[in-house]
């Protein structure tokens, strides 16, 4: 019988909460990935969705689990597995200036024990020119079977960012 492993474990939970979410109308599924890495021996599994009234504004939630995490569960030399866990903010803009407002509420939020980065992308073409704006909170904890209700509470934190961005 297949044991499922952490990673298999969190990806199930966070998929049916986000779903559970999108069939409510609370927000809208507009991507999904799960990619099994056979050059590194990774898992990579992430979830995007916009709020269902302000699709400006998109967020992606990514778990995965290293070599080192997935080896050491599968051959049970690590006590306690995990994921690591990243939430992205992306808007396309017309203008660089980014969100100073926003930026602020993921640091008040998450930035004290988690590294926030704001990454700027201009595109242009021969007749237009975007601005695409990628907050990213990259979460140093590592979550195991024993985090649900934190990681759960991310997705939770998230749905409500995104709420206040598009009512700002």
């Avoid at 660089?96 to 242009?124: A, P």
Wanted: with cysteine.
């Amino acid at each position: 019988m297949f044991d499922p492993t952490v990673f298999d474990n969190l990806k199930v939970v966070i998929e049916g909460y986000i779903y559970d979410l999108d069939l409510e109308k609370e927000l809208s599924v507009t991507n999904r990935s799960d990619i099994v890495d056979l050059a590194t021996m990774s898992r990579r599994y992430s979830l995007t969705f916009v709020s269902s009234q302000f699709r400006k504004t998109y967020v992606t939630i990514e778990i995965s689990m290293d070599q080192e995490q997935l080896a050491g569960e599968l051959l049970q030399t690590i006590t306690e597995p995990g994921c690591h866990v990243v939430v992205s903010f992306v808007e396309e803009a017309r203008s660089q200036d980014y969100d100073e407002l926003f930026y602020r509420k993921l640091k008040k939020c998450w930035g004290n024990s988690h590294n926030i980065h704001l990454i700027l992308m201009k595109e242009k073409t021969n007749t237009t020119t975007k601005y695409i704006h990628n907050f990213n909170v990259d979460f140093i904890n590592s979550f195991g079977e024993n985090n649900l209700e934190k990681l759960l509470n991310i997705v939770d934190q998230s749905i409500s960012l995104l709420k206040q961005k598009s009512e700002s």
